[in-house]
């Protein structure tokens, strides 16, 4: 649920600071990252698993960043 209340704040976001439409584009990037590595990968048995899913969140951020990078420099 939060993770869906993410997205949808982050393209809001774009759309209310005129993001360029490669912003869009690419924020499949993040979302992919979300579905298929952070949730569909998480074992909550696993504490070495929570660990690294959990440290994957910096990767994450840099994605965020470059994605608004993209919508502001194009």
């Known amino acids: 649920m939060c993770y869906s209340i993410f ?3 982050a393209l809001t976001v774009g ?4 993001f360029k439409s490669l912003f869009y ?3 499949i990037i993040p ?3 979300l579905m298929m590595y952070q949730i569909k990968k998480l074992k909550f048995q ?3 698993n929570c660990l690294r ?11 965020i960043f470059i994605n608004i990078l993209i919508g502001k420099l194009n």
């Open 7 to 9: 997205i949808f704040c």
């Open 15 to 18: 759309i209310l600071m005129k």
């Open 25 to 27: 584009v690419f924020s």
């Open 31 to 33: 979302i992919l990252h």
């Open 46 to 48: 696993d504490p070495n």
């Open 53 to 63: 899913i959990f440290k994957s969140n910096n990767f994450f951020g840099f994605i």
